[in-house]
């Protein structure tokens, strides 16, 4: 999913996004591209939501815009159709809107009213260092558009700004009548090389006088806003909030955090719970996969047994308890990941393995996958420890620019088996969009590539009773965090 726009009309919110279906061909379209419209009258209420309106765009990014009874559709490029809400049948040919100042991909419109104009806001300057936003208006929604001298009104390129990659923003007002804007940016400076958590969405006041065009603060780690609410958890809906530490232990009883996420569907009755904690049945991929196969299976696209959380803050502290005692046959492995997708990431794991001339039992084991990866580190499982137990897996940061994985027992000294650079979940080996989302902190179980089919040998499954994600500080500038 690509690019959702939350709207209010009507008396009900209306989501709207484009669904890739990579790999695939839709006959509609020729790309795989499909266009979903959900609707709802409570935001809260997961069974609330309706089934999507399906609908076959022509680009990318679609911003919905009501009027008159009518929805219009803007996307990538920049055009405009007419949707009908009820077959989901766009209007033929698109109507060219806007091109731009000049800057490459125009994209993620936005169409607001204001005053007698109709306000064309879109990203320019793809999503890397010369992201961009830019505004036209009009006095007819199907144009001509006219550009703002000032464009672009916001954007972080070619300056040495923290905050980088600032662009694709959407304008709202608060209840006081307050004007902001929220935009991708990310935590990186101007190399633009470590940003392990992403494009994050970042708040910015804007003053936008009658008649006049909006003028937005540049993002920065300090800026002087408009007046914010008072704190408070006393809010409507429930699930975490964003930032919160993690501290779990599961039991039968548990369900799957809010928060947590899959790569790729998983498959049905790979995760449960038990006295024994959270339980995942293996997947044959590990979390790299074989690329040179027609085994869907082993490539990871029949499911991947990995579940996981956003890195939220730039230090922390991620441990969670493993028990990989059922393990018996070699390769059988329980652990944990910084994971960006499958070309990217650095696990650590307990492991049967039967080293060379010695005899089988289980190890720990790091490695990581990607440019520039280290080597991967393996040492028997320290004497004692499956008896003194639990054996605590560790993914943590001391500073933005790597990130530490180890073990212990329990509360015990840490081992630190490896380390890696945050450059190597920052970016993507292939041609995919890892790049547009952060990375994931999270646990996992394979068989790394025995058994057949899409399944593994029956017996082994990874247990994980104890969760914990520790926020501790996050950079507002290079040289500047603040304690969380």
Request: proline share 6%.
């Amino acid at each position: 999913m690509w690019a959702p726009t939350l709207r209010f009309h009507g008396g009900e919110f209306w989501l709207i996004c484009t669904y890739i279906l990579n790999g695939a061909t839709l006959e509609d379209t020729g790309d795989g591209t499909q266009g979903v419209l959900f609707r709802t009258k409570d935001v809260r209420s997961d069974e609330a939501w309706s089934d999507p309106l399906i609908f076959y765009p022509n680009k990318i990014d679609p911003d919905i815009f009501f009027e008159d009874g009518r929805a219009w559709i803007a996307q990538q490029g920049i055009i405009l159709q007419e949707l009908d809400l009820e077959t989901g049948g766009l209007s033929q040919p698109p109507i060219q809107l806007w091109n731009g100042t000049g800057g490459n991909w125009p994209e993620g419109p936005h169409i607001y009213k204001k005053d007698g104009y109709y306000y064309l806001m879109i990203a320019e300057g793809g999503t890397g260092g010369r992201h961009a936003v830019t505004i036209a208006r009009s006095e007819n929604l199907l144009g001509p558009y006219e550009s703002n001298e000032n464009n672009p009104i916001l954007t972080n390129r070619q300056t040495d700004a923290y905050f980088q990659r600032v662009g694709h923003g959407d304008i709202f007002d608060d209840v006081d009548g307050n004007w902001w804007i929220i935009v991708h940016a990310s935590r990186s400076g101007p190399e633009v090389r470590i940003h392990p958590m992403g494009r994050e969405s970042v708040l910015a006041p804007v003053t936008w006088e009658e008649g006049e065009w909006p003028v937005v603060t540049n993002v920065s780690g300090r800026m002087d806003v408009w007046p914010l609410p008072e704190e408070t958890r006393d809010v409507p809906g429930n699930g975490p909030f964003n930032g919160d530490p993690d501290e779990f232990v599961f039991e039968a009883s548990s369900v799957m955090p809010k928060h947590f996420l899959h790569h790729r569907v998983p498959a049905e009755g790979m995760f449960s719970f038990s006295d024994h904690g959270l339980e995942i049945v293996p997947s044959r991929s590990n979390l790299t996969g074989v690329t040179h196969t027609n085994d869907l299976a082993l490539k990871g696209q029949r499911g991947i047994s990995f579940v996981g959380r956003r890195q939220t803050q730039t230090i922390f502290h991620f441990t969670v308890d493993v028990d990989a005692s059922s393990a018996s046959r070699v390769n059988e492995e329980a652990g944990i990941s910084i994971f960006l997708a499958q070309e990217n990431h650095a696990d650590i794991g307990v492991v049967y393995l039967k080293p060379c001339g010695k005899d089988a039992g289980l190890h720990l084991r790091f490695r990581a996958h990607g440019k520039d990866a280290p080597p991967s580190v393996t040492m028997a499982l320290p004497a004692g420890w499956i008896e003194a137990g639990p054996i605590s897996l560790h993914i943590w940061t001391e500073e933005p620019e790597n990130f530490h994985l180890g073990a212990s027992v329990g509360d015990g000294n840490v081992v630190k088996l490896g380390s890696v650079s945050s450059h190597l979940v920052s970016r993507l080996d292939s041609a995919q969009s890892g790049t547009f989302i952060g990375a994931l902190l999270g646990a996992f179980a394979t068989c790394n590539g025995a058994g057949e089919g899409d399944d593994c040998p029956e017996g082994f499954v990874g247990r994980f009773p104890r969760w914990r994600y520790d926020p501790i500080a996050q950079y507002i500038d290079a040289d500047e965090f603040v304690e969380v």
